[in-house]
């Protein structure tokens, strides 16, 4: 039999316990508030998509809803951290990153179609009542220094009939604290990346690359491969997609902390439209895709060819693909044999599926 002062003791301490339990409730409860509002209040909503005009019919029929999402970076040289190479701030942002995520309506894949910057296209009208007067046979890139994301709407809407459901904007800084975010993305660089004028520097080899080093790989296209904007369209997907195998693989989504830090880092630098102004939106969107394998989300450019001044002109079959995707149909055989996919990333920086002759007798990049 129990002494009575034992009882109380044990009561005593299960009070304690008890009180101890509900003071952390309430505080991770409170943690939780002070964290969702502040990374609410992290983001900048650009509103305004639902009154662009002449928007492309939605041609697919079936069950559940596909997404398309404009992904877009911006150049700006304007905001904390952004001037990295002392470029005049007033010189205003291009969008030299572009890609449709289009998101199938099962949810069982996605790909990225990436459109590069010197594509020439008819600019449409653009801007509240028009204002911003459009150009025939236009840069690509052009539409955003003139009227923003939602011209890079209207310019897409009405280039590929690809009707875009929401869209969101990154800076250089929010790239680089989001890759900080995830301790870096691993990547394969076959051949050494050396220009001097821009200081940008990665040594060959496989480089776990974080903060101005990844923003360097990603912007660079002097002195490396081709030395043009295609090859550095191969070098972000394949960072990109390296990134979604590093978030997924590492364990990232299931450290609260890590959730934490690489959505504060990703709020506060994103611009997006009203269907993703919330943090609650983006984590919707991203529960959506849990059934999605990593070799089901890849990336792909439209088809092109450069004509006499070097400028792209899209071919034939970027139809079908703009038609297929409105339709939600996956990409065809050859796009797919092309495609960088998130399941293995390892690419080299020239966009080719193995690392060089030299890389490989070096042992680099095994």
């Known amino acids: 039999m129990s002494a009575p002062g034992s009882a109380a003791h044990s009561r005593t301490i299960f009070r304690v316990i008890l009180v101890s339990c509900v003071v952390l409730g309430l505080v991770t409860a409170l943690g939780t508030v002070l964290t969702y509002r502040h990374l609410n209040g992290n983001l900048t909503t650009v509103p305004g998509i639902e009154d662009i005009d002449n928007r492309p019919e939605v041609l697919y029929q079936g069950n559940g ?74 840069k690509w890139n052009a539409a955003f220094s003139f009227g923003g994301p939602l011209c890079v709407v209207e310019q897409v809407e009405q280039s590929t009939g690809i009707r875009i459901d929401d869209f969101v904007v990154i800076d250089f800084n929010g790239f680089k604290e989001m890759v900080d975010a995830v301790g870096g993305v691993e990547i394969c660089v076959p051949d050494e990346i050396n220009d001097p004028a821009k200081q940008i520097f990665v040594p060959a080899g496989t480089n776990e690359l974080r903060g101005d080093q990844a923003l360097d790989y990603v912007r660079v296209r002097d002195n490396v491969g081709s030395q043009s904007d295609l090859g550095r369209i191969k070098r972000q997907q394949n960072f990109m997609a390296s990134m979604i195998n590093k978030v997924v693989s590492s364990g990232t989504l299931t450290r609260p902390d890590r959730v934490i830090k690489f959505l504060s880092a990703a709020t506060g630098s994103l ?36 004509d006499d001044n070097y400028d792209v002109l899209w071919l034939p079959a970027a139809k079908g693909l703009f038609e297929g995707t409105s339709m939600d149909e996956p990409l065809s055989a050859k796009l797919s044999s092309d495609a960088i996919d998130a399941g293995q990333p390892r690419e080299s920086e020239q966009g080719a599926k193995e690392p060089s002759a030299e890389a490989a007798e070096n042992g680099l990049c095994s």
């Open 271 to 306: 611009l997006t439209s009203e269907g993703l102004d919330t943090v609650r939106e983006l984590g919707d969107l991203a529960l959506q895709l849990r059934s999605t394998g990593l070799g089901d989300i890849r990336f792909v450019t439209v088809p092109w060819e450069y």
């Open 65 to 138: 809803k596909p997404l398309n999402i404009l992904v877009m970076g911006s150049d700006s040289r304007e905001g904390e951290n952004n001037d990295i190479d002392g470029e005049d701030p007033s010189n205003g942002a291009r969008s030299d990153t572009t890609v449709v995520l289009h998101i199938s309506a099962d949810r069982e894949s996605a790909y990225g179609i990436s459109i590069p910057r010197d594509s020439v296209v008819d600019r449409p009208d653009c801007g509240d009542d028009n204002e911003i007067a459009g150009e025939d046979d236009a």
